[in-house]
């Protein structure tokens, strides 16, 4: 159906954007996350499948908590490549602004269900600092769970100035480029983009 004229005038000039025309380069491609995400989905069902989730003796399925918003789009997928059955919850964090401790970080959404007993994953997209998966290792561990893994899609181990523990990690990623894309954002931007791309210095600050 065609716009109407009133219709038109009302399309935003963000609309008219293509974000991939801000990228300085892909860094990783869809079809190279697509397989990189493939393997550890393949990784972590074996390991969990070969421990027979022996943790949890009640025999519940694995708990998958993604860190939202960022982590969205990595657990989905990730979770559609699982060969074993899988329970999904949702936490939300965030640093708190300057004037505080570095690294302070704060429960913004906390989980639906308690995970005492539980087998739990977390999953994000990149751990950078380690400030917000060291805060949600502590958190989620104080609440008793059977085994707390880490899993994220980028580590940047080079920026870290807390040591957290990361377990399964899809990329590891040592130069220090401004990513976005695959549920990696810039001012709330790029988060749709199916790839990881390097966003131009220009449209960063
Ligand atoms: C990003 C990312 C991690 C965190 C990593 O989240 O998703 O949660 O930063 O940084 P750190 O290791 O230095 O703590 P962000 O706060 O940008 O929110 P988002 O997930 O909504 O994008």
């Keep these: 159906m065609a716009f109407s004229r009133v219709a038109l005038h009302k399309v935003g000039i963000m609309d008219q954007i293509d974000l991939r025309t801000r990228m300085e380069r892909v860094l990783y491609s869809e079809d190279a996350i697509s397989e990189r995400v493939r393997k550890l989905a393949e990784q972590i069902s074996d390991d969990y499948r070969s421990r027979g989730h022996a943790a949890d003796r009640k025999g519940r399925p694995l708990l998958i908590v993604g860190i939202l918003r960022g982590a969205l789009v990595f657990m989905a997928d990730l979770a559609r490549e699982m060969t074993i059955p899988v329970e999904y919850d ?4 965030s640093s708190y602004g300057n004037g505080t401790a570095p690294g302070a970080v704060r429960l ?8 005492e007993g539980r087998d739990v994953l977390v999953v994000e997209d990149i751990i950078d600092t380690g400030y ?14 059977a085994s707390l893994r880490v899993c994220t899609l980028v580590d940047k181990a080079a920026r870290r100035e807390i040591q957290t523990q990361v377990d399964y990690v899809g990329f590891a990623l040592a130069e220090d480029a401004f990513i976005v894309g695959y549920g990696m954002d810039y001012a709330e931007l790029y988060r749709n983009l199916p790839f990881i791309g390097v966003l131009k210095q220009e449209y960063i600050g």
Excluded: A, C, G
Excluded at 90 to 93: A, D
Excluded at 132 to 145: A, H, K, Q, W
């Design 132 to 145: 917000t998966i060291e805060y949600l290792r502590r958190n989620l561990e104080s609440r008793d769970p």
């Design 90 to 93: 949702l936490i939300s964090v």
């Design 108 to 115: 913004v959404k906390d989980l639906e269900r308690p995970i």
